[in-house]
T-cell receptor, first 113, second 112 residues
Framework: DGGITQSPKYLFRKEGQNVTLSCEQN?????MYWYRQDPGQGLRLIYYSQIVNDFQKGDIAEGYSVSREKKESFPLTVTSAQKNPTAFYLC????????????FGPGTRLTVT | QKEVEQNSGPLSVPEGAIASLNCTYSDRVSQSFFWYRQYSGKSPELIMS????GDKEDGRFTAQLNKASQYVSLLIRDSQPSDSATYLC????????????FGAGTQVVVTP
């Protein structure tokens, strides 16, 4: 089955710890994205990558880091520098030009206490 | 002014009626537009994309685009309780390389 997987579904961490969220796709999509969604809020872009070994900051990149070493994978690290990390994290992928339709994974709900 | 604006709702719609959702955007040269459905606690699901002025129909959904007036709308015909969700409008401005602008979403509640 083609799709986007994110793991884990729920993640609990203590303050001060870095945590890495996994995102894998087997759709052969070039572009991948990370969003954050807070309760009752819209989606905010954290990082995006158009091709392997290249990525750009989104609107709220502070306190996050990413890598894109493989086309299929785009992991997100939430560092201890992120002041309010508790949120619903969504990974998406897109075939790129011309339409840029984005397809979302199931999400990871991160709780930091 | 927000780049993509939607009424937050909730939009209450009787079962079997038409739900009409609107979205306005500020970037005049935007080229592609998308509607996503998001159930509570779940991730967004792409339901419609539209690129040209006019209407695009897919099953019970119709997307309408008017670039001159900078709005895109979504009609849901014969609304069902399973249509109760938040609907997100997304705009891909020209040259943004897929860096979408999302609206905050409109919550739709279909009442039996």
């Amino acid at each position: 089955d083609g799709g986007i997987t994110q793991s884990p579904k729920y993640l609990f961490r203590k303050e001060g710890q870095n945590v890495t969220l996994s995102c894998e796709q087997n759709l052969n999509h070039d572009a991948m994205y990370w969003y954050r969604q807070d309760p009752g809020q819209g989606l905010r872009l954290i990082y995006y990558s158009q091709i392997v070994n290249d990525f750009q900051k989104g609107d709220i990149a502070e306190g996050y880091s990413v890598s894109r070493e493989k086309k299929e994978s785009f992991p997100l690290t939430v560092t201890s520098a992120q002041k309010n990390p508790t949120a619903f994290y969504l990974c998406a992928s897109s075939p790129g030009t011309p339409s840029y339709e984005q397809y979302f994974g199931p999400g990871t709900r991160l709780t930091v206490t | 002014q927000k780049e993509v604006e939607q009424n937050s709702g909730p939009l209450s719609v009787p079962e079997g009626a038409i739900a009409s959702l609107n979205c306005t955007y500020s970037d005049r040269v935007s080229q592609s537009f998308f509607w996503y459905r998001q159930y509570s606690g779940k991730s967004p699901e792409l339901i419609m994309s539209i690129y040209s002025n006019g209407d695009k129909e897919d099953g019970r959904f119709t997307a309408q685009l008017n670039k001159a007036s900078q709005y895109v709308s979504l009609l849901i015909r014969d609304s069902q309780p399973s249509d109760s969700a938040t609907y997100l409008c997304a705009v891909n401005p020209e040259g943004s390389w897929g860096k979408f602008q999302f609206g905050a979403g409109t919550q739709v509640v279909v009442t039996p």
